[in-house]
């Protein structure tokens, strides 16, 4: 048995010491803010994310959350024409063996949260920043903002696309400013009309905009985010917007995607943020997970669903490994690890520049290649995100 400290307790630093945890191990949360929860909007849930929430134990309480929605579909931002349409009904649970849904974040977050205080091997400590680290071969310690320390025999970086642990172990500066600005509002599903609010992920591609809605919370809310392709060069999160800038903002935006945008109220603004992968997040006995390792644009909805696969992954590592064997199991999950969400981060990238932003002849181009994919096609393309299935039983531990 190790004492392991995890750094950040979001969505991937829950999953995390769920999953060590239930390996045998003793797990302290340092999580910054006051107390645990989870901030923001909706997210989507692919079948590897279900596969996951099911070894850690929470799937069932996540699907009954979840809003099961029926497609996932690609419009016209101008024309409103369908694009591509991918069913997510029988013949796509059948194929991944899972559904995809949509959830409130907090949706996602209580469940896992629930666990982890049902967990005897798991103490959850708010109001504990970390400010840096301090290791060697036997142990490390953290340094905490108001001058406390905290040992263990190893430690995990699960603290966001501007990890602390991570300046020490990768040392590549500050995230990458993608130059595309998110503005993102949740609304009462009774206030939308009927024709606005189909059980769908719903995405309108404009020339340097996008819009995506879905319903979250039960059918009880719509999560509406929209998206401009505007070279900003300053990082901002979370930052209040005023509606009248918001719809400004997109003046030149019709139809229902325009109806949707007067719907919206409380609009949070975010420039949106990466890294570039790296071939190594470890050093020694610390190691990174989730947006610390490898943080991703949400173009491909993987970001929360490829933090869940670390978590049992690094989990299943770490079955019955004692603590002079943590720099090898960590060094043994980067190898693991690094080759699907490099992938993962440059597909995201991808999608937003030929799929969801291109404009005149790209758009053409565009529209002609998605003309002619099938719906067999298009379960192919998305098979190698969709289908991994992670556990004990897929992980060389030995």
Known sequence: MATIVVVGGGIGGLATALAVARRGHLVRVLERSPSFEELGAGIQLAPNAFHALDVLGVGDEVRRRAVHVDDLRLLDGVSGRLLAVLPLGAAYRGRFGNPYA???????????????????GIELRAASPVVGHVADDASVTCLLADGGRVEADALVGADGIRSVVRRAVVGDGEPRICGHTIYRSVLPMASVPAELRPRSVCLWAGPRWHLVHYPISGGRELNLAVTRDDAATAAVAGLPVDRADVLAAFAEVTGRPRALLELGERWRT???????????????????????????????????????????????????????????????????????????????????????????????????????????????????????????ERSAVG
């Open 102 to 120: 949509v959830v409130h974040r907090g949706d996602l977050y209580a469940p896992l949260l629930r666990a982890c205080r049902a967990e005897d």
């Open 270 to 392: 975010w420039v949106l943020c990466d890294r570039d992968p790296v071939a190594r997040w470890h050093d020694g006995r610390v190691v990174l997970v989730g947006d610390a390792a490898h943080p991703m644009l949400q173009y491909a909805a993987q970001g929360a669903c490829q933090a869940l696969e670390d978590a049992v992954v690094l989990g299943d590592l770490l079955d019955g490994c004692p603590a002079d064997r943590l720099a090898e199991r960590f060094a043994r999950f980067t190898g693991l690890r690094r080759e699907r969400t490099a992938r993962t981060q440059e597909t995201a990238r991808w999608l937003g520049e030929a799929i969801y932003h291109p404009a005149g002849p790209e758009a053409e181009a565009r529209d002609a290649t998605l003309a002619g994919l099938s719906t067999e096609d298009l379960m192919d393309a998305v098979s190698w995100l969709h289908s991994a299935r992670v556990g004990r």
